[in-house]
């Protein structure tokens, strides 16, 4: 069964700082890979994706991800953070048949320091 | 491109009444819907896989006929939560699977639909 940890459930950058978020999976074989955004009381927005060739994807608002294989991971990244970056963010793994359910990690809060 | 819509955003009822949560793709046809439901602080479960045209699939611990799902044709699924009780409560949030030529492996989200019930 497919799985997506998330390491840091809470944290906090200074405005202009870089910013990396964690995010391991476990499937079976290359997962399509996603990182969306949560705003409080909103639905998920999409800032990236991965399905296939070059593993750093860029995505909405400055931000990147790099897909590693070896290391089963998919780090979210952003040089220099903004204060409405503040949200929720979470990193899914993708069936690649089927239905493409995905999967959900628990989740990062983050939070922006003017 | 690639909206998705929920109606209504906020939902407050009694309890023992139904409740049902419509999700609608607007831009696109969407042959897979997707219920989720996240509780405070935590990630999303999903509840439920509706393909059009065909019964649901539900997940593991979800009850069926507690939330019956119709997703009978390619822009809409309802979500129906029958007997709602407070446990209920919860944000719902529902997306949708583009199946006429666009990029499939992608899931567009609605903005949820928040149900209290008292």
């Known amino acids: 069964a497919q799985s997506v940890t998330q390491p840091d459930i809470h944290i906090t950058v200074s405005e202009g700082a870089s910013l990396e978020l964690r995010c391991n999976y476990s499937?079976?074989?290359?997962?399509?890979l996603f990182w969306y955004v949560q705003s409080p009381g909103q639905g998920l927005q999409l800032l990236l994706k991965?399905?296939?060739?070059?593993?750093l994807v860029q995505g909405i608002k400055g931000f990147e991800a790099e897909f590693k294989r070896s290391q089963s991971s998919f780090n979210l990244r952003k040089p220099s953070v903004h204060w409405s970056d503040a949200a929720e963010y979470f990193c899914?793994?993708?069936?690649?048949?089927?239905?493409?359910?995905?999967?959900f990690g628990k989740g990062t809060k983050l939070s922006v320091i003017p | 491109g690639a909206v998705v819509s929920q109606h209504p955003s906020w939902v407050i009822c009694k309890s023992g009444t139904s409740v049902k949560i419509e999700c609608r793709s607007l831009?696109?046809?969407?042959?897979?819907m997707f219920w989720y439901r996240q509780f405070p602080k935590q990630s999303l479960m999903l509840m439920a896989t509706?393909?059009?045209?065909?019964?649901?699939?539900?997940e593991q611990g979800v009850e069926k006929d507690k939330f019956l799902i119709n997703h009978a044709s390619l822009t809409l699924s309802t979500l129906t939560v029958t007997s709602a009780h407070p446990e209920d409560s919860s944000f719902y949030i529902c997306?949708?699977?583009?199946?006429?030529?666009?990029?499939?492996?992608?899931?567009?989200f609605g903005p949820g639909t928040r149900l209290l019930v008292l």
């Open positions: 997306s949708a699977r583009d199946g006429a030529g666009g990029v499939v492996e992608t899931q567009y």
């Open positions: 499937y079976g074989a290359t997962p399509y």
């Open positions: 991965y399905f296939s060739g070059d593993t």
């Open positions: 899914a793994v993708g069936a690649r048949a089927g239905s493409y359910q995905l999967t």
């Open positions: 831009d696109f046809q969407a042959t897979t």
């Open positions: 509706s393909n059009e045209g065909s019964k649901a699939t539900y």
